[in-house]
Protein backbone atom coordinates (compact mmCIF):
# COMPACT_ATOMS: atom_id res chain seq x y z
CA UNK A 1 0.00 0.00 0.00
CA UNK A 2 2.99 2.65 0.52
CA UNK A 3 4.13 1.61 -2.85
CA UNK A 4 1.19 3.92 -4.22
CA UNK A 5 1.55 6.83 -2.28
CA UNK A 6 4.40 7.33 -4.97
CA UNK A 7 2.15 6.31 -8.11
CA UNK A 8 1.30 9.82 -8.96
CA UNK A 9 4.95 10.50 -9.43
CA UNK A 10 5.52 7.63 -11.68
CA UNK A 11 2.44 9.19 -13.63
CA UNK A 12 3.61 12.11 -13.68
CA UNK A 13 6.87 11.06 -15.04
CA UNK A 14 5.10 8.93 -17.63
CA UNK A 15 3.34 11.93 -18.85
CA UNK A 16 6.73 14.29 -19.03
CA UNK A 17 8.73 11.43 -20.79
CA UNK A 18 5.40 11.09 -23.34
CA UNK A 19 5.89 15.18 -24.26
CA UNK A 20 9.39 15.13 -24.29
CA UNK A 21 9.64 11.90 -26.53
CA UNK A 22 6.76 13.48 -29.16
CA UNK A 23 7.57 17.14 -29.21
CA UNK A 24 11.43 16.33 -29.39
CA UNK A 25 11.90 13.33 -31.42
CA UNK A 26 8.88 12.16 -33.22
CA UNK A 27 7.01 15.21 -34.27
CA UNK A 28 10.09 16.72 -36.05
CA UNK A 29 11.27 13.85 -37.47
CA UNK A 30 7.97 13.15 -39.01
CA UNK A 31 8.22 16.62 -40.94
CA UNK A 32 12.14 15.93 -42.23
CA UNK A 33 11.24 12.12 -43.39
CA UNK A 34 7.72 12.38 -44.92
CA UNK A 35 6.36 14.64 -47.24
CA UNK A 36 3.94 17.02 -46.10
CA UNK A 37 0.83 15.81 -46.82
CA UNK A 38 2.19 12.34 -45.26
CA UNK A 39 3.29 14.20 -42.60
CA UNK A 40 -0.18 16.12 -41.77
CA UNK A 41 -2.27 13.04 -42.26
CA UNK A 42 0.01 11.08 -39.62
CA UNK A 43 -0.13 14.11 -37.62
CA UNK A 44 -3.19 14.39 -37.77
CA UNK A 45 -3.70 10.57 -36.65
CA UNK A 46 -1.20 10.59 -33.40
CA UNK A 47 -1.93 14.10 -31.87
CA UNK A 48 -5.67 13.51 -30.76
CA UNK A 49 -4.04 9.93 -28.90
CA UNK A 50 -1.44 11.92 -27.42
CA UNK A 51 -3.28 14.54 -25.77
CA UNK A 52 -6.26 11.23 -24.76
CA UNK A 53 -3.30 9.65 -23.07
CA UNK A 54 -2.28 12.48 -21.10
CA UNK A 55 -5.61 13.58 -20.37
CA UNK A 56 -5.94 9.97 -19.27
CA UNK A 57 -2.94 9.70 -17.39
CA UNK A 58 -3.80 12.79 -15.71
CA UNK A 59 -6.50 11.79 -14.60
CA UNK A 60 -5.05 8.99 -13.26
CA UNK A 61 -2.87 11.02 -11.18
CA UNK A 62 -5.39 12.75 -9.76
CA UNK A 63 -7.50 10.17 -8.24
CA UNK A 64 -4.25 8.39 -6.99
CA UNK A 65 -3.14 11.45 -5.16
CA UNK A 66 -6.93 11.49 -4.04
CA UNK A 67 -6.93 8.19 -2.50
CA UNK A 68 -3.61 7.85 -1.50
CA UNK A 69 -2.18 11.35 -0.86
CA UNK A 70 -5.02 13.40 0.27
CA UNK A 71 -2.61 15.98 1.31
CA UNK A 72 -0.75 17.17 -2.09
CA UNK A 73 -2.90 19.72 -2.91
CA UNK A 74 -0.54 21.31 -5.28
CA UNK A 75 -0.25 17.82 -7.09
CA UNK A 76 -3.60 17.51 -7.28
CA UNK A 77 -4.45 20.77 -8.78
CA UNK A 78 -2.01 20.41 -11.46
CA UNK A 79 -2.88 17.20 -12.35
CA UNK A 80 -6.43 18.10 -12.76
CA UNK A 81 -5.05 21.11 -14.86
CA UNK A 82 -3.20 19.22 -16.82
CA UNK A 83 -6.36 16.67 -17.89
CA UNK A 84 -8.13 19.79 -18.67
CA UNK A 85 -5.60 21.06 -21.19
CA UNK A 86 -5.15 18.37 -22.93
CA UNK A 87 -8.66 17.89 -23.11
CA UNK A 88 -9.00 22.24 -24.22
CA UNK A 89 -6.21 20.64 -27.14
CA UNK A 90 -8.19 17.86 -27.97
CA UNK A 91 -11.07 19.86 -28.90
CA UNK A 92 -9.30 22.24 -30.69
CA UNK A 93 -7.83 19.36 -33.17
CA UNK A 94 -10.56 19.20 -35.61
CA UNK A 95 -11.03 23.65 -35.64
CA UNK A 96 -7.05 23.65 -36.06
CA UNK A 97 -6.93 21.08 -38.71
CA UNK A 98 -10.03 22.98 -40.40
CA UNK A 99 -8.35 26.08 -40.41
CA UNK A 100 -5.14 24.35 -41.92
CA UNK A 101 -7.65 22.84 -44.63
CA UNK A 102 -8.99 26.24 -45.79
CA UNK A 103 -5.75 28.08 -45.49
CA UNK A 104 -6.40 30.14 -42.93
CA UNK A 105 -3.25 30.52 -41.99
CA UNK A 106 -3.74 33.12 -39.07
CA UNK A 107 -5.81 30.76 -37.24
CA UNK A 108 -3.69 27.86 -37.94
CA UNK A 109 -0.74 29.52 -36.40
CA UNK A 110 -3.02 30.57 -33.02
CA UNK A 111 -4.71 27.48 -32.45
CA UNK A 112 -1.05 25.30 -33.13
CA UNK A 113 0.53 27.73 -30.76
CA UNK A 114 -2.11 27.66 -28.19
CA UNK A 115 -1.54 23.99 -28.21
CA UNK A 116 2.11 24.18 -27.69
CA UNK A 117 1.89 26.75 -25.19
CA UNK A 118 -0.79 24.40 -23.38
CA UNK A 119 1.37 21.39 -23.64
CA UNK A 120 4.27 23.08 -22.03
CA UNK A 121 1.88 24.11 -19.52
CA UNK A 122 1.34 20.68 -18.49
CA UNK A 123 4.97 19.96 -18.70
CA UNK A 124 6.11 22.04 -16.49
CA UNK A 125 3.17 21.23 -14.28
CA UNK A 126 4.03 17.49 -14.01
CA UNK A 127 7.85 18.47 -13.03
CA UNK A 128 6.47 20.28 -10.66
CA UNK A 129 4.83 18.01 -8.82
CA UNK A 130 8.09 16.44 -7.89
CA UNK A 131 9.68 19.40 -6.61
CA UNK A 132 6.32 20.70 -4.41
CA UNK A 133 5.76 16.64 -3.62
CA UNK A 134 5.64 16.15 0.05
CA UNK A 135 7.86 13.01 1.05
Not at 49 to 56: A, E, L, Q
Not at 103 to 108: C, D, I, K, T, V
Request: positive net charge; contains cysteine; glycine residues 2%.
Amino acid sequence: MQILKFFPLVLSGFISGIIIYQSLLIAPSINKLLSSQDASLYLRYIWPKFFIIIGILSLLCFVSISLFNSNQSTAKLFSILSMVLMIICYIAIPYMNQAKDSLNESLFMILHLGSIILTIITLLMNFSIFIFWKY
